[in-house]
């Protein structure tokens, strides 16, 4: 009885995870849609961000790590 009862318990844990895995992956892409969307410059008038960093760094006085 104490067998069925914990393998009871390992598949609903796993149930948990996956459901939780599953979750987590569609927020994680749906939110990095999102982003990549921002930063890609889709929106009128904004730069993507590595654009943004590199102006920073150049506005700094440094000098990039690479240029465009």
């Not at 569609?26 to 590199?54: C, I, M, N, Q, T």
Request: include cysteine; aromatic fraction near 12%; charge should be positive.
């Amino acid at each position: 009885m104490i067998e069925i009862v914990q393998a009871c318990d390992r598949k609903h844990v796993a149930d948990v995870q996956s459901d939780d895995a599953g979750a987590f992956e569609k927020k994680l892409s749906s939110a990095f849609k999102l982003f990549k969307d921002r930063g890609a410059g889709l929106y009128p008038g904004v730069r993507p961000w590595w654009e943004r960093l590199r102006w920073t760094i150049v506005r700094a006085g440094l000098r990039p790590l690479y240029t465009v």
